[in-house]
């Protein structure tokens, strides 16, 4: 709804009231509607001025709405009628004024914003476009190029940078409504003329269409087969090339095209499923609501690695204080380089950091109130340093660990206060990447876990509560993918086949040119460990099965050879030298493979794309339906979540288990059944009870599964 009030001096205030962003439901859209005929009915009224309850201007049309039929006053003809009239209209922007919230703001004739407001055309993150006139009246106010930047990464941007832009008039750091009704006052009366941005001639480059086919190649590129940014570039191509009225009619075009696409859907239950995780419980009933989180002011970070530097980095620009600590003196000094390195890069335009310090000294420990342990990925090392943190730090210090998928508990066992530990699995770089897995153990406290996923929120990240099992959630899952990517180089793909079929679905990286990135001697060294490879292999055990089932020594075999990635300059591709980053397909793989091949008696087959893409995405899949059987994550948008922000997984297919979904849960079994029946010695393959639970329960749409995953795991 809208509130009214006639304010002294002739002004009338219509207030957004739909808390807690004032999106622009059915009901404010009608409110906004009847208050604003009434301020131009009363003869009193000489200006209005539009502002948003509860110190955000809008959030933008009601997203929510989106899935069913839309009915009430449509957001255009609003907009329309506020720039058409013939009083002024102020907008007084607090808080954000972000995709139809910004849409409203552009039709109103001036926009005054708090220093601390954020504006911005998002709707191409929900697989949209700004289709209430944004397209068509940014481009008239802040020229073509800077429109196509707004509208096709969807940033936000401060009010400084928007006042620079001249997306809004005027800046105050006090009292924004005070100052619109002010300015309001003082503009009364005043010929609107081009203040109406629907008259305006937008700026446009010199060699507009050179510009414009640049913008389509370049998003294209970006986008990774999603719809909504070429269609923005198209939509403010038109701003450039039509009238006002027909590039309105060519915006609702292609936002028709885009509304109910499978990448809406996919994008939208992306950002609902990115809230709903920050509502976390455990299965010992811990819950977000009830959960208090600790303060941290002063954290420790143990091992100045990759993962220890950025984690550090990460911290203090949170503004926490920081004790970074290496054992050794030499490893100290290049830990405190980089770090100082990564700082100085990042320090433009930033806030103020924490302090930080640099020891070799543990007992140095005694005042933080959380410690990331971030050594060397191995258990007997990490259980060594617990034991010593937890010998040094007092017993309420929160200790957590850095691990990509070893035993939390184990470690947990190793203190005085097991309550108080907690896996904390950054990804790398991780001043960078977006995810954060909070891991907590069968004893971890309901305060640990609030105070984790806290600090990842204050981190800018987003966090997401799993249980305790190897790997995790994101890379338990990621294990049967990989296996089937290399169980199909043995069956006749290459390389770069496998990972351009994925990158094709979306990936940033295909698998094999993931691995190269990251180093083939990390899984190497676990599945040593496990032993798959190496010295632990009972003798005689053939070299293609393990553990009774089917194994793949491929990566390790080229890890012997001396190709560990990018590194060495040869992995699976070939580079240009040690370090070198483009991936060139590499003969000698090919012919490395058809030794194998004929070593091993298989005879190669032409590998459909289908096939590559059924059978990586759906073990990976198989197995997040087990992730959820075994309660390591509570729901599929916990999956989801991790996959996006931390597998590169495409968000406009929304996460495995959506995507599992959107091809139907009875053709994702049929698969992994065919599959199977054709490799019984892949038990990854085997279709699992849940997913055969939820086709026997008729594919219930995904926000109905965590009723079905009661069921199942109660009977498990
Ligand atoms: C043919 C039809 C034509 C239609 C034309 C439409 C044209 C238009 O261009 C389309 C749009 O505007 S598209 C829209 C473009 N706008 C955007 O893309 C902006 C999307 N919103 C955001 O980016 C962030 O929410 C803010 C930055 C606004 C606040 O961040 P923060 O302070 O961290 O808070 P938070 O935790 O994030 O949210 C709090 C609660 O509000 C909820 N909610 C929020 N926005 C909502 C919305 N628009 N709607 C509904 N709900 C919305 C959110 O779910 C959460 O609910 P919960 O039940 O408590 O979980």
Redesign the pocket.
Known sequence: MARYVRIPGSIALITLANP??N?LSAAVRRGITETLSRAIADPEVKAVVLCGENGNFC??????EFAGP?SGPG?VPMIDAIEAGEKPVVAAIEG?A???GL?LALGCHYRIAHCKARVGL??V??G?L???G?TQRLPRLIGLSAALDLITTGRHVSAQEALQLGIVDRLTEGDTLGVAVEFAQSIAGQPLGSRRLSTRTPACPADLDSFLQGALVQVRRRARGAMAPEACVRAVGAAATLPYSQGMQREQEL?ASL?RSAQARALQYCF?SQ?LVGRWSTPSGARWDSAEPRPIRRAAVIGLGTMGRGIAVSLLQAGIAVVAVETDEQQLEAGRRAVTALLERRAQGRGSEGPLRFTTDLQQLRQVELVIEAVFEDLAVKKQVFRQLSAVCPADTLLCTNTSGLDVEQLAACTRSPELVVGTHFFGPAHVMKLLEVVYGPRSSPVAVATAMHLGKRLGKVSVAVGNCPGFVGNRMLKPYLEQAHFLLEEGAAPEQVDQALEEFGFAMGVFRVADLSGLDVGWRVRKEAGLTGPGVAPGESPRRRQGRRYSPLPDLLCEQGRLGQKTGRGWYLYEGPGAREARPDPWTHSFLQQYRQQHGLQPRAVPQQEVLERCLYALINEGFRVLEDGIATGPEDIDIIYVFGYGWPRHRGGPMFHAGAVGLATVLDRLEHYHHAHPDIPNLQPSALLRRLVASGNPPIQKWREVIRRVRSQL
């Open positions: 807690p962003v999106a959030g933008g049309a009601d997203i929510k839309m957001l954000v972000l995709g139809g849409e998002p709707e993150t929900l949209l700004p289709a209430a944004g936002m509304f609902f809230r």
